[in-house]
């Protein structure tokens, strides 16, 4: 009987292959997703910086084995002569000392660390293991048609106004009178309350005696403390130097021949964008004069000595990004250090005051900057900067005595001579005590040095501006304002996140409410013109300007804007948004999230933060507490001023008298102490990072020049004290 035949539907399901895949290729299993895990980017020896440290560790150990092993073997073999006298631990020690795996135990901590803190007005520079810093000034003077007392129509600052029949008299502004009357009728309250006699005509009477004022002349060979100018020919060939850096700088003559300019390329904890046309100039000057100080300063003058170094940067605290990868890729490429580690300045300030929970207030040149520490670590919300300093004073000083007059009434913020004669005046005259005015005016004298002419020895009289003139940290509308943002993103754009296109420069709650305060009482220009004057973005279709190919400098700093970015900085896509028609489509594209976020930071750069000291100081530990008191009594009783505006006498006890108008619920805990063990608060901050570059402890904190080559900007995420 033949076989039974299978139903048709289970002949369709029998199988007929013969067991040969379509592909050689590993085809995955499903993913159980009932338990589902990965340690992908969850181990440390996943990252190729952790895994680098951890490979430098285990060679520093190796190392120490076998010199210990050695030094065994080299005693262990001539027993009759004693013991050998052995660089570093003792035989029966089980291991050697932090410094010693570090640096070697011949090697003085910190010989070969260079600590760099530039500023807006001075560079610091010098090896960790010294005790104090070289200090440059923070300027290049190069070739140039024209000086800059020349530039423009060559008018003098402050402007003056011609009057028939008399001499030029200096021409105040509207803003300038109104300020200035009204902190005078304060401070005559302030002195009134405090039981301070003064005369009512006294600023009369001494602008009487300083219209009848002649200088005496002092010969040349007479005057001890002569100024010796910077003579710019050569006496071998008769050619000139194509720059000159530092003091030499400062100290050329304005009608030398050839003319040189002088150029600042650092201003208000950033770069000054305003003087210069050219990124890679700028770039080009940082690079002189940082390199000319290691040169002249510590007697490192080729690049095969400085690959021997290694360098930590002291960077602002509320900074932007392009500059510090613009400062990074300098140290790396032009100067070739081995490792380079960074530190923030309120950070350094605690390392160097010994302070761990503090609130560092930094009165610089042109840079004001409050942040408080706790635990050693910055507060990052109580960040704050404003564009005023002690360069500001200066200014209203001079304009308050040129007002009064000034027996030298040709004097000129333009013209180098008359700049370091300013800066001197400020510094021995200006004062914050009300003990200075309980005499009424007082009779002072100075000394103008000008180059190819003979010392002048004058007399004058002040009263009042010696006072007014620093009192304005505190009324700031004494300042002048006008061209702080000129020249904003004009030639480095701002930074924006690889993956969003959102702005992600670091932005602090105290700021972002310092700059809302300032908003409401001076709302800042219309978005119709940009910060520098560029193309502005439309109203509706926002367009967000990608980041510029040469917004850092990729190997030298001569090379052209079209040269390609390297692989480890990725290029930012472009983010433009198309124009679309039709109001509803523009009306969503105004709303967009992005759009918004945008605009936010277009407006923070269009606002000029400026508040009085004690409005900011107060703002940032209320961040910082987060509503806690007693974290508020911590950072109210340990204030540190530092910076060279906070040398003005009485500047302490007047900051603590006005904190404690403004905060009366804390009055009894507000401290402010000088700096400790009598260190100069201009050098407190490079005196901590030097600590900081002597610990062992922060060796995770070092980038290498291999990390920064594979990773670039990225390995600041792991390398970084705080949240890149």
Not at 548 to 568: D, L, Q
């Amino acid at each position: 009987m033949p076989p039974r035949r299978k139903p048709r539907e289970q002949q369709e399901l029998q199988r007929r292959d013969n067991n040969l895949g379509f592909t050689s290729w590993p085809i995955p299993p499903l993913i159980n997703q009932k338990n589902y895990y990965t340690d992908f980017l969850k181990r440390d020896d996943q990252a190729l910086s952790q895994r680098l440290q951890a490979e430098e560790n285990r060679n520093k150990l190796a190392k120490a084995a076998r010199d210990k092993d050695r030094a065994l073997a080299q005693q262990n073999q001539s027993p009759n002569e004693g013991p050998m006298a052995i660089d570093g631990p003792e035989a029966g020690d089980d291991e050697m000392p932090d410094s010693d795996l570090r640096s070697g135990a011949t090697e003085i901590p910190g010989s070969k660390t260079i600590i760099i803190h530039p500023g807006s007005r001075n560079l610091r520079v010098g090896l960790a293991s010294d005790p104090l810093p070289k200090t440059v000034p923070m300027v290049v003077a190069r070739k140039a048609e024209q000086s800059e007392s020349e530039t423009g129509t060559g008018e003098p600052k402050p402007k003056r106004r011609k009057v028939e029949g008399q001499a030029e008299q200096v021409e105040l502004e509207d803003w300038f009178t109104e300020a200035y009357s009204a902190m005078t009728v304060d401070l005559k309250g302030r002195l009134r309350g405090k039981g301070i006699r003064f005369v009512p005509n006294t600023r009369e009477q001494a602008q009487a005696f300083n219209r009848k004022v002649q200088p005496d002349t002092i010969s040349e060979h007479n005057d001890i403390n002569k100024i010796e100018w910077t003579d710019v020919v050569v006496t071998d060939n008769g050619s000139s130097p194509d720059y000159l850096v530092g003091h030499s700088a400062l100290r050329i003559p304005d009608q030398s021949k050839p003319r040189y300019k002088l150029c600042w390329p650092l201003r208000y904890g950033t770069f000054n964008e305003r003087d210069y046309s050219d990124q890679n100039h700028l770039y080009r000057d940082i690079i002189t004069i940082i390199e000319e100080a290691i040169k002249d300063q510590l007697g490192i003058r080729s690049a095969r000595e400085r690959a021997q170094y290694s360098c930590v940067l002291v960077v602002p605290d509320l900074y932007e990004k392009n500059y510090i990868i613009t400062m990074l890729e300098l140290l790396f490429r032009e100067f070739g250090f081995t490792k380079v580690s960074l530190i923030q300045e309120s950070m350094s300030a605690s390392f160097g005051a010994g302070f761990s929970t503090c609130c560092v207030v930094d009165v610089g040149a042109y840079k004001t900057s409050i942040c408080c520490v706790d635990e050693g670590l910055v507060v990052e919300n109580s960040r704050i900067t404003m564009r005023y300093g002690s360069a500001d004073v200066t200014e209203a000083f001079i304009k308050m005595l040129l007002s009064s007059s000034f027996p030298y009434a040709d004097l000129n913020l333009k013209r180098r001579f008359d700049i370091l004669l300013a800066e001197e005046l400020k510094q021995r005259f200006g004062t914050l005590a009300y003990s200075d005015l309980a005499h009424g005016s007082q009779q002072h004298d100075f000394h103008l040095r000008a180059p190819n002419q003979e010392t002048r020895h004058y007399r004058f009289k002040c009263y009042d501006e010696v006072m007014l003139s620093t009192m304005g940290y505190y009324r700031p509308g004494l300042f002048d304002t006008a061209n702080k943002l000129v020249g904003r993103r004009s030639l480095i754009g701002r930074s924006y996140d690889l993956y969003d296109g959102s702005p992600n420069d670091p932005i602090s709650t105290a700021q972002a409410q310092l700059l809302d305060i300032v908003a409401a009482t001076n709302p800042p220009p219309a978005d119709s013109t940009g910060v520098n004057g560029s193309t502005p973005i439309p109203p509706a279709v926002a367009s967000t300007p990608a980041r510029p190919a040469n917004s850092v400098p990729s190997g030298t700093i001569e090379e052209p804007a079209t040269s390609p970015p390297r692989e480890a900085e990725t290029p930012q896509p472009h983010r433009a948004i198309s124009p679309v028609e039709g109001d509803k489509d523009l009306a969503s594209i105004s709303k967009h999230p992005l759009t918004e976020i945008i605009r936010a930071a277009d407006r923070r750069d269009r606002t000029l933060p400026c508040i009085p000291l004690d409005e900011a100081i107060a703002l940032s530990i209320e961040h910082a507490a987060r509503s806690d008191d007693r974290k508020m009594r911590d950072f109210f009783g340990g204030i540190i001023p530092i910076g060279g505006g906070s040398q003005t006498k009485g500047f302490r006890p007047f900051l603590e008298e006005e904190l404690q108008n403004s905060v009366p619920k804390f009055r009894k805990e507000i401290l402010i102490g000088p700096p400790p063990r009598e260190i100069d608060p201009q050098v407190l901050v490079w005196k901590g990072a030097s600590v900081f570059g002597k610990l062992t402890v922060t060796n995770d904190s070092w980038i290498s020049g291999l990390e920064w080559d594979r990773l670039g900007s990225r390995v600041l995420a792991y390398k970084c004290l705080w949240n890149w």
